[in-house]
């Protein structure tokens, strides 16, 4: 099975950008399709966004839409998002997720695996 640890969270300021990562290992990471999701203290987690297996499909929460992007290099067995434009909002732990198959969908039931996750802070 595959084995997920995420990195490059921080504290930035609003308006700021960040990129994480979400790096694979133990398996054949083409077979999965990664998810990001997120959770802030009190919250439910939050669906982030999500890519297939190829990197051909991408779909996004509403929260996020025309400000992060996800992207993955599977010669590097890793997953990016790309984080633009943050508000305070934005704060949370952000977790990557993986499940077999092509497509994955937002909802946290759907991925077996899960990383350990990296703290995003955006101060106001």
């Known amino acids: 099975q595959v084995?997920?640890?995420?990195s490059g969270g921080g504290l930035v300021q609003t308006?700021?950008?960040?990129?994480?990562?979400?790096?694979a290992s133990g398996?054949?990471?083409?077979?999965?399709?990664?998810g990001w999701f997120r959770q802030a203290p009190g919250k439910e987690r939050e669906f982030?966004?999500?890519?297939s297996f190829n990197g051909g499909r991408t779909h996004?929460?509403?929260s996020v839409k025309g400000r992060f992007t996800i992207s993955r290099d599977n010669t590097k067995n890793t997953v990016y998002l790309q984080m633009n434009s943050l508000k305070p909002e934005d704060t949370a732990v952000y977790y990557c997720a993986?499940?077999?198959g092509y497509y994955s969908g937002s909802f946290a039931r759907e991925y077996d695996h899960?990383?350990?996750g990296t703290q995003v802070t955006v101060s106001s």
Request: proline share 0%; aromatic share 12%.
């Open 98 to 100: 993986a499940v077999r």
């Open 60 to 62: 996004y929460g509403d």
């Open 27 to 34: 398996d054949t990471f083409i077979s999965y399709a990664i």
């Open 15 to 23: 308006g700021g950008s960040l990129r994480l990562s979400c790096a």
């Open 114 to 116: 899960w990383g350990q």
């Open 3 to 6: 084995q997920l640890a995420e």
């Open 48 to 51: 982030v966004g999500a890519i």
